[in-house]
């Protein structure tokens, strides 16, 4: 096995119409069956059905449904693992996946999963994946064509890979500022305002009690608690006072802010579980993950600021 055989690969491409997805798609597909790498679909089932016409069928491609994987940001990420260490044991030497991610319409689940692309590069950087990610310039804003740009460090153009010129590295691009939607629930009056909540069960009382006959499901609100609990949990025990707990809802969406004056951490923290046994702490942002759509770390001058919000 050369080397490159075993080279992580985490590639884009933006399209514009069906000619050119097939024209960059067949050949990765080929190229990749002749290699010996097993080739896995996980893309709109237009696409799917494009493709397996070109190559004159779907034999050899290892088809799966998009909501298969991508429930969220953290069981997308296992999900890969998982696919990718299972098709090393039948004797893969790598995976190819021709991914197209469902980013669907809400601004706050666009730019989730705009940061989940640039956490793929650090949970999957040590497996032997090519990942070939889809943007489909018609159907997705802007932005998060451009945030692609930043979190692939090649695109397919023309028939050949270039270096992305926006591209930068997953754990900075994590903490910027850019990959962070500015939420306008942000600049309405908070529902809940606490400062150093010493009682965390008051304090999840009090959420649960704010958000109920709010219009979202009380499985989503029930989760959303124990997450909210987990980051301020987090930010007693490892950050500095004050610690200041903020809850906005409405449209169908509630949005916590958790700030203290200590100083950040990772923005990658919690996207994979640490390898610390269970039981002994270091889950909570793991879990927090989870238990939100959507995210986000912020350590922009001086102390630490999460932000979690669930969709109805």
Same mark, same amino acid.
């Given at each position: 096995?050369?080397?490159?055989?075993?080279?992580?690969?985490? #590639?884009?491409?933006?399209?514009?119409? #069906?000619?050119?997805?097939?024209?960059?798609?067949?050949?990765?597909?080929?190229?990749?069956?002749?290699?010996?790498?097993?080739?896995?679909?996980?893309?709109? +089932?237009?696409?799917?059905?494009? %493709?397996?016409?070109?190559?004159?069928?779907?034999? !050899?491609?290892?088809? %799966?449904?998009?909501?298969?994987?991508?429930?969220?940001?953290?069981?997308?990420?296992?999900?890969?693992?998982?696919?990718? $260490?299972?098709?090393?044991?039948?004797?893969?030497?790598?995976?190819?996946?021709?991914?197209?991610?469902?980013?669907?319409?809400?601004?706050?689940?666009?730019?989730?999963?705009?940061?989940?692309?640039?956490?793929?590069?650090?949970?999957?950087?040590?497996?032997?994946?090519?990942?070939?990610?889809?943007?489909?310039?018609?159907?997705?804003?802007?932005?998060?064509?451009?945030?692609?740009?930043?979190?692939?460090?090649?695109?397919?153009? !023309?028939?050949?890979?270039?270096?992305?010129?926006?591209?930068?590295? +997953?754990?900075? @691009?994590?903490? $910027?500022?850019?990959?962070?939607?500015?939420?306008? @629930?942000?600049?309405?009056?908070?529902? @809940?305002? =606490?400062?150093? +909540?010493?009682? =965390?069960?008051? %304090?999840?009382?009090?959420?649960?009690?704010?958000?109920?006959? #709010?219009? =979202?499901? @009380?499985?989503?609100?029930?989760?959303?608690? %124990?997450?909210?609990?987990?980051?301020?949990?987090?930010?007693?025990?490892?950050?500095?006072?004050?610690?200041?707990?903020? =809850?906005?809802?409405? !449209?169908?969406?509630?949005?916590?802010?958790?700030?203290? $004056?200590?100083?950040?951490? #990772?923005?990658?923290?919690?996207?994979?579980?640490?390898?610390?046994?269970?039981?002994?702490?270091?889950?909570?942002?793991?879990?927090?993950?989870?238990?939100?759509?959507?995210?986000?770390?912020?350590?922009?001058?001086?102390?630490?600021?999460?932000?979690? !919000?669930?969709?109805?």
């Amino acid at each position: 096995m050369t080397a490159d055989r075993v080279l992580f690969r985490h #590639d884009a491409l933006q399209y514009h119409d #069906d000619g050119q997805l097939l024209r960059a798609i067949v050949p990765f597909v080929r190229e990749g069956a002749a290699a010996g790498d097993t080739v896995v679909l996980l893309c709109r +089932p237009d696409n799917a059905a494009r %493709l397996r016409d070109a190559l004159g069928g779907g034999e !050899g491609l290892v088809e %799966l449904p998009v909501a298969e994987v991508y429930g969220g940001s953290v069981s997308a990420l296992a999900a890969y693992r998982d696919l990718v $260490e299972r098709h090393q044991q039948t004797g893969a030497a790598r995976v190819r996946v021709v991914n197209e991610i469902d980013f669907g319409t809400r601004r706050s689940a666009q730019w989730e999963w705009a940061r989940f692309d640039a956490a793929f590069n650090l949970a999957l950087g040590a497996h032997p994946v090519w990942n070939l990610c889809l943007y489909d310039a018609r159907r997705l804003p802007a932005d998060i064509v451009r945030a692609g740009e930043s979190s692939h460090r090649y695109l397919l153009k !023309g028939g050949d890979r270039v270096p992305s010129a926006g591209y930068t590295e +997953p754990s900075e @691009l994590l903490g $910027e500022a850019a990959m962070r939607w500015p939420d306008p @629930l942000e600049h309405d009056r908070p529902r @809940l305002d =606490l400062r150093d +909540p010493g009682d =965390l069960a008051a %304090l999840r009382a009090a959420v649960e009690h704010a958000l109920t006959g #709010d219009g =979202l499901s @009380l499985h989503a609100v029930q989760g959303f608690v %124990l997450a909210i609990s987990e980051i301020t949990t987090n930010a007693m025990l490892h950050g500095s006072a004050p610690v200041r707990v903020r =809850l906005w809802s409405g !449209g169908g969406r509630a949005l916590c802010s958790v700030r203290d $004056e200590g100083p950040c951490f #990772d923005p990658y923290s919690g996207y994979v579980p640490t390898d610390r046994a269970v039981g002994t702490g270091g889950m909570g942002l793991w879990l927090a993950r989870q238990m939100s759509d959507d995210l986000t770390v912020n350590g922009d001058g001086g102390g630490c600021t999460v932000r979690l !919000g669930i969709n109805a």
